[in-house]
């Protein structure tokens, strides 16, 4: 598992480049410069890792363009010792960006073998999310509620029961909609008395959420 002088620069280059396309919280960029993407790909996209690109990770699956990543932690306004759940564990990398920051990650993976890799990559590189297998459209209920949630799939609509394990003052980051893989970036704040306010951010690329009856068919 090598980690290059190489490697090291071209994460410099990376994370100026997402400060160069708006993303300032330092702690994501942090996060971004030191983590090693390369390690989170298969083998035939390792020279392309540090470009802002997102790939494919087998299971019709795919490690998020960076700028989107980086996009998404920076709404989510992640602060040290926060329980977050993430939902759509992939290739791990999302979920160590969130790791790095301080958080207390739960991650949840429906497509087994990104469970399993996953599983096994990340504590190698010093990380240690609480891990599930399971349906990421009925969330966590016996570990609720969360501080934040982050989705990392597109989906339809917004599960209820994402938003019922919301802490009060919570907050949840979801991609909706789902023209051509194309979803409009969501974020939803739970207030007092379960009042919700929804304010968009936008269009990104995502592959679809997928809900328990649809396994195997992705």
Not at 99 to 126: H, S, W
Not at 172 to 194: A, C, E, F, H, Q
């Amino acid at each position: 598992m090598e980690d290059s002088y190489r490697h090291k620069g071209l994460r410099k280059q990376l994370a100026q480049h997402l400060k160069d396309k708006g993303i300032s919280d330092k702690e994501v960029l942090k996060a971004v410069e030191k983590i090693p993407r390369h390690l989170f790909l298969n083998n035939a996209f390792v020279e392309f890792a540090y470009q802002d690109k997102a790939f494919q990770i087998g299971e019709g699956q795919t490690i998020s363009q960076p700028y989107t990543v980086a996009f998404q932690t920076e709404l989510l306004e992640v602060k040290k010792g926060e329980k977050i759940l993430e939902v759509g564990t992939g290739s791990g990398y999302q979920t160590s960006v969130l790791l790095e920051m301080g958080a207390k990650v739960f991650t949840i993976e429906r497509q087994k073998n990104l469970y399993d890799r996953a599983k096994l990559l990340l504590p190698k590189l010093g990380y240690s999310p609480r891990f599930f297998y399971g349906d990421g459209y009925k969330g966590l209920p016996a570990f609720a509620p969360f501080d934040k949630i982050l989705v990392t799939a597109g989906a339809e609509l917004i599960p209820s029961d994402l938003v019922d394990q919301l802490k009060i003052n919570g907050m949840l980051i979801i991609p909706v909609g789902g023209l051509n893989d194309t979803y409009l970036m969501k974020r939803l704040k739970k207030s007092k008395n379960n009042d919700i306010q929804i304010v968009n951010y936008g269009e990104f690329r995502f592959v679809p959420l997928l809900e328990e009856k649809e396994w195997g068919k992705s």
